[in-house]
């Protein structure tokens, strides 16, 4: 028999950020509770609003199947004694599966007994397990509230539990479980009875509640686009960021009312304005058709009602009193040209023992000339400038409000002082990418200034660590400087442009540098402390696409040298991983690897070869010209030397007695080796 499940925790507004993770954290719990009670079902459905989690189970088994299982006792020897009568031992065999001796049977020469294990009602299993798997959910701010000692995000206000049209008892936080809940504060039906699972939806519909999420993101998508042509006007979602997700998680019935400033406030930048309606307010700014800003936008409103003008009257007030910091804030920056603002940041600490940002600006201007040499880029003016400009936004009064604009404002202003269009936008994208998955810097000059800036910066960090590893550098949770995000920026930028740059002489001058400016002695291992840090990333990046034995196997290849080559290589060995004449060759050249161990003899004497097996494996091993620039062809060309290799350790004894013979031996086995380390290291793979 199947029944459907409801549960409902109501609880008091919770934090947005947490309710996409409690999705994918109830329908994780869920499933595992079924999975290790036996219990079958068809489908799972989590639905959330800021004031309610719900999971929807379809058909769901009401009951664990009954389990009839033998069990294995004592040696009838050992059970019975001469009279045949059950010993102690086949007595509290009996006992300790709760069966009397009359159920004792005898198989086999063995005692056994057949136990029948009813199975648990789902209401059962979940009267036991619920309140604890609410409880396991994770997430920031977990608090205490009125007297229980468990924590939760908020606290909860009501529990609805129902199979079909039957109320599971449950408690939670002291709240037992009921058919009733609460629609929309503002609703006037208020109070709603939920009659079985399959109405739960449209129950709360009427009590102006859209409780399914994805239904609700759709709705204010649709909404704000219909509520945007209206006015003749566009809304752009994929110029909003997370907003679009955060307004679905803070709103249970969302309506959408237009607002406007007054048309002074354009004479910002826009990037200003954006800011403040979408990062700040919450607000969906609007374009329009001809993709400049526009000075109306939508505010969304949690609502129930058509009295919208106190909603509107406020929003505008708020928004103009942040405009009026954005005018003030731009009139005084725009004061002095950008160029003017570098001494600003010889105030301005970088990183405590590693000078300002101005030390900071001149180490990269020096290492975005380097670069721009290795890339043999002619005329480096524009790349200079934009080093030079790069991190002057830094000290305006715009940036210091909204720090979230650094190098857009910084492009803003350069483009006001007339500055070429070019170094403006270099002085933007240096930033780029802003997080693991975002947009890369589409041009040279963002490119160069952007790995010269992300490169001082782990060099900085690694370089103000020696000594103190474990405690300031990057681990799981922790990421100073925002190292990693900066070296998985380099390998973005380098890979996707094919950029053919030797990152370890770029990293080794950065070092130089810093260690000469602040009389700073480096530690022996600091530039392998680097490249392994870079190697880590480069297989994090790439896990799901290479396997971690490729890149094991390809350690000893410089990866930073030639950052572009190195990946090509890890895809065409991840690529051979499967395919049958390789694992021949792989299984061949572990095999050489093995006997060779640190064997080094390498000079060979054709004069000793004793075997026509050494000569047909010398010959083939000299007759192999594969260049090794085609790795795809030269590992093609390698199935050539395996029915000689095949043929040499089937008949030629290694480690012969003769002391000249072995060697000679191995040193044709370390010319083999060489062929096969231009792949990889085999006996890593």
């Given amino acids: 028999m199947k029944k459907d499940l409801l549960l409902e925790i109501l609880v008091q507004e919770l934090p947005y950020k947490f309710i996409p993770s409690a999705i994918s954290q109830l329908e994780i719990a869920f499933e595992k509770l079924f999975k290790e009670n036996a219990l079958a079902y068809k489908k799972i459905n989590v639905y959330a609003t800021p004031r309610r989690l719900a999971v929807l189970v379809d058909e769901l088994a009401v009951c664990q199947e009954t389990v009839s299982k033998n069990v294995k006792g004592p040696i009838i020897s050992v059970a019975k004694n001469e009279a045949g009568e059950y010993t102690p031992a086949a007595i509290g065999f009996a006992k300790k599966n709760g069966v009397d001796v009359s159920m004792l049977y005898e198989k086999d020469n063995y005692i056994w007994v057949n136990i029948e294990t009813k199975g648990k009602t789902v209401a059962e299993i979940l009267k036991e397990n619920i309140q604890n798997l609410i409880l396991k959910l994770q997430g920031s701010h977990f608090m205490r509230w009125q007297y229980n000692t468990e924590k939760f995000s908020r606290p909860i206000e009501n529990v609805v539990a129902l199979l079909d049209d039957e109320v599971v008892e449950l408690e939670i936080l002291g709240k037992k479980s009921t058919n009733k809940t609460l629609g ?131 929003n505008q007030r708020v928004v103009v009193a942040r405009l009026d910091d954005g005018i003030f804030f731009f009139e005084e920056d725009t004061k002095t040209k950008l160029i003017d ?80 269009p070019e170094v403006a936008k270099g002085i933007c994208e240096h930033y780029f990418p802003l997080n693991a998955n975002s947009e890369l810097p589409e041009s040279i000059i963002g490119q160069v200034v952007s790995i010269a800036d992300k490169i001082d910066t782990v060099c900085a960090l690694f370089i103000s660590t020696q000594g103190d590893k474990k405690k300031k550098r990057p681990t799981g949770s922790n990421d100073p400087l925002g190292a990693r995000r900066a070296v998985i920026g380099i390998i973005r930028i380098i890979l996707e442009n094919n950029l053919n740059i030797n990152l370890e002489e770029i990293i080794k001058t950065s070092l130089d540098m810093l260690s000469k400016e602040f009389n700073t002695s480096m530690e022996d291992c600091l530039l392998e402390d680097i490249k392994d840090f870079f190697n880590s990333r480069i297989t994090f990046m790439f896990e799901k696409e290479i396997s971690s034995n490729v890149f094991n196997s390809i350690k000893s290849f410089n990866s930073l040298e030639n950052l572009s080559g190195y990946i090509t290589k890890a895809k065409i060995l991840n690529k051979y991983q499967n395919d049958e004449n390789f694992s021949i060759i792989k299984e061949n050249a572990s095999r050489v690897f093995k006997i060779l161990k640190d064997n080094k003899f390498e000079d060979i004497t054709e004069a000793l070869f004793s075997t026509n097996e050494e000569k047909e494996l010398y010959k083939a091993i000299t007759m192999h010209n594969a260049s090794p620039d085609n790795l795809e062809e030269y590992i093609i060309s390698l199935n050539a030397l395996i029915k000689p290799i095949i043929n040499f350790f089937d008949n030629v004894l290694v480690m012969d007695k003769d002391e000249k013979i072995k060697n000679n031996r191995i040193a044709l086995l370390n010319k083999l080796r060489n062929k096969f380390n231009v792949v990889c290291e085999f006996d890593k793979l």
């Fill in 184 to 314: 929309h504060r503002y609703s006037k039906n208020l109070e709603l009875t939920i009659k079985n699972p399959k109405s739960y939806i449209e129950t709360l519909r009427t009590g102006n509640v859209i409780v399914n999420q994805e239904e609700r993101r759709d709705l204010i998508i649709k909404l704000t686009k219909e509520c945007a042509e209206k006015n003749n006007l566009v809304i752009k979602f994929d110029n909003t960021g997370d907003l679009l997700e955060e307004i679905t998680y803070i709103t249970e019935y969302p309506v959408p009312v237009i607002c406007e400033f007054n048309e002074k406030y354009l004479q910002i930048p826009d990037i200003v304005t954006t800011t403040v309606m979408i990062s700040h307010q919450r607000y969906f700014p609007l374009w329009n058709k001809d993709g400049k800003l526009s000075n109306k936008f939508i505010t969304i409103a949690n609502y129930v009602g058509d009295e919208f003008e106190n909603i509107k009257a406020g």
């Fill in 341 to 420: 603002k570098i001494d600003n940041l010889k105030g301005m600490t970088f990183q405590k023992g590693l000078g300002t940002l101005y030390d900071k600006t001149q180490r990269i201007i020096k290492l975005s000339d380097k670069i721009a040499d290795k890339l043999n880029i002619k005329d480096k003016t524009d790349i200079l400038r934009c080093a030079e400009l790069s991190k002057c936004d830094l000290s305006t009064k715009l940036v210091f409000e909204f720090t979230e604009l650094q190098g857009f404002i910084g492009e803003d202003y350069a483009l006001f002082d007339k500055e070429k």
